[in-house]
């Protein structure tokens, strides 16, 4: 939808000049609190399956990946000082507003995943999900924005993650291309931006 694109470019586009010094001073804040790079990045699988860099505010330390798995999991100690307060927040997304401008990503559709666990979706529903560019949010993010706690609750949270919470959040993924629409989108926003300030 033509018209979608056009409202990513321009939303994301404001955004990052409105939130420049915002975003100066998270990068500040990063470099003073840890060592390593102020994002983070990781291939994610976007729009028909092709592969793309997604950029976070890094919020680990920068041996992360070699520590544990890829899910985080409740008060996960490879976190920094700054990433606990900056994931909370939801800050630490913001840097994607430069992969909806560059064409990645949208600001709402079905969150990006890893190769790893895409690997696992059922043919049909990855056929869906993946017709569309992945979103900064959707109805799954907001649903599970207390992910990394419910899996910390779980005997085995990767088993958790992929039987439990993966199949879940697929399905709102699935529901969201079937029914997307404009207002949908705006509510989704509105709703996001309830969610963080609340």
Not at 65 to 83: E, M, N, Y
Not at 149 to 173: F, I, S
């Amino acid at each position: 939808m033509w018209a979608k694109r056009l409202v990513d470019v321009l939303l994301s586009a404001l955004g990052l000049v409105l939130l420049a010094p915002l975003l100066l001073a998270i990068a500040l804040w990063i470099k003073l609190d840890s060592p390593g790079p102020v994002l983070f990045r990781q291939a994610r699988v976007g729009r028909r399956g092709r592969l793309f860099s997604i950029h976070k505010f890094r919020t680990m330390r920068p041996d992360a990946p070699s520590l544990g798995p890829q899910i985080t999991i409740g008060a996960d100690p490879r976190v920094t000082r700054a990433g606990q307060v900056l994931r909370r927040s939801k800050l630490d997304e913001l840097p994607q507003l430069w992969d909806v401008f560059r064409g990645a990503m949208s600001l709402v559709g079905p969150r990006p995943e890893v190769p790893r666990y895409v690997a696992l979706y059922p043919v049909d529903i990855a056929e869906l999900v993946l017709s569309v560019r992945p979103g900064i949010t959707d109805l799954a993010s907001i649903e599970y924005r207390d992910e990394s706690r419910l899996l910390a609750e779980a005997a085995d949270p990767e088993a958790c993650y992929v039987e439990q919470v993966m199949p879940a959040k697929l399905a709102l993924a699935a529901r969201y291309v079937q029914t997307r629409s404009f207002s949908g989108d705006l509510t989704l926003l509105l709703r996001t931006v309830k969610a963080i300030l609340s």
